[in-house]
C-alpha cells in the first residue's frame, strides 16, 4: 500500500500556533492557538475543513497554542489529545467537554492514530507537562519542537531522522537585550525554559543537516524580538558552513505567522 503524510502549518508565531498534518486522509490539527473561527478560516485556506478533522493534539496549556481548543472540539465533536499535566492545567479554560473527547498520552510513550505514530517528547519550556510531536507514518517522519529554553539532547534524539522539521526560532538575541519587555519577562524568554532563539536554532538546524536533514520549517517567531530576515539569515548562514545553500540544497522557510504558506507532501 502506498502511503501519503502531509504537513501543512497554518499560523505560527508567539500569539498563535495551529498545524494541520494529514496521514494517509486522516486530519490532524496540532495545537489550536487561535479562535475556533480562525481556526476554521485557516483550515479552509489549507483546503480542509473542522468538520473532516479526525482529533486535535496540544503540545501544551499555553494560550497561543490550546485557545481554540475547546470551542472547535465542541462544535465538532473532536477528541483532544494532550500530555497527562496539560491536562490538568488547561481544563478550566476550554470549557465544558465530555470525558470521551479528553485523551491524555504520557509524555515519552509512543501512542498510534491508526498507523501514525506519535512520539510526544518533553521539551524545557515553563508550561505544566509541555512536549514537541514526532510522527511517524510507516517509516517517513515529520516533527515539530518549539516552545523550549533551549535544544535539550533528548529532544535532538527525538527530532533526528526526520524529512520535514518545525524548529523554534524566537527571537535574535540582540533585539530582545535591546528591546522594550521588562526584565523579568526578557529573563524568561532567555531562561532554560524559555524560548530558541534565532542562534539556537541555527546550531540545530546545522546538526539535522549533517544527518541528512533537508527541510527546514522556522516557526513561533516573536513579532518584538525578531524578524523573519534575521530567523532565515541565522539558519542559512549555519547551512552554508556545510556547503548547503538554502533554497537549492536544502528548504528552508518560515512558517507563515498568520496563513497556510505551504503543504508538504510525502508520497511513497
Ligand atoms: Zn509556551
Ligand atoms: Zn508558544
Redesign the pocket.
Known amino acids: 500500500m502506498s502511503h501519503k503524510l502531509e504537513y501543512c502549518p497554518l499560523c505560527s508565531s508567539s500569539s498563535g500556533n495551529a498545524a494541520l498534518l494529514t496521514a494517509d486522509g486522516a486530519h490532524y490539527l496540532i495545537d489550536a492557538g487561535a479562535a475556533c473561527r480562525t481556526l476554521e478560516k485557516l483550515l479552509k485556506e489549507a483546503n480542509c475543513s473542522a468538520a473532516a478533522l479526525s482529533g486535535i493534539l496540544i ?2 496549556e ?1 494560550t ?2 490550546c485557545k481554540g481548543a475547546g470551542a472547535l472540539s465542541r462544535k465538532y465533536g473532536l477528541p483532544i489529545y494532550a500530555s497527562r499535566g496539560t491536562w490538568a492545567a488547561m481544563r478550566p479554560a476550554l470549557g465544558e467537554l465530555p470525558e470521551a473527547n479528553c485523551i491524555a498520552f504520557e509524555s515519552g510513550s509512543d501512542f498510534f492514530l491508526d498507523e501514525l505514530r506519535v512520539t510526544p517528547f518533553p521539551i524545557p ?3 505544566a507537562d ?1 512536549v514537541g510531536f514526532a510522527f511517524d507514518l510507516r517509516g517517513v517522519k515529520i516533527s515539530s519542537a ?2 523550549m529554553g533551549f535544544m535539550a539532547e533528548s529532544v535532538f534524539q527525538a527530532i533526528r531522522g526526520s524529512a520535514l522539521v518545525l524548529l523554534e526560532s524566537n527571537h535574535d538575541v540582540e533585539l530582545l537585550k535591546n528591546g522594550r519587555y521588562p526584565a523579568r519577562l526578557k529573563a524568561r524568554i532567555l531562561g532554560r525554559r524559555g ?1 530558541l532563539s534565532n542562534e539556537a536554532c541555527a546550531r540545530t538546524v546545522a546538526s539535522l543537516a549533517m544527518e541528512g536533514a533537508r527541510a527546514f520549517l522556522l516557526g513561533h517567531l516573536s513579532a518584538e524580538n525578531n524578524r523573519p530576515e534575521l530567523a532565515l539569515a541565522a539558519s542559512a548562514e549555519a547551512l552554508s558552513k556545510l556547503g548547503l545553500q538554502a533554497g537549492a540544497d536544502a528548504d528552508l522557510l518560515l512558517a507563515g505567522r498568520s496563513a497556510p504558506e505551504k503543504n508538504f507532501v510525502f508520497s511513497y
Open positions: 503540545t501544551h499555553h497561543d497554542h519550556h515553563d508550561a509541555p518549539t516552545d524560548h
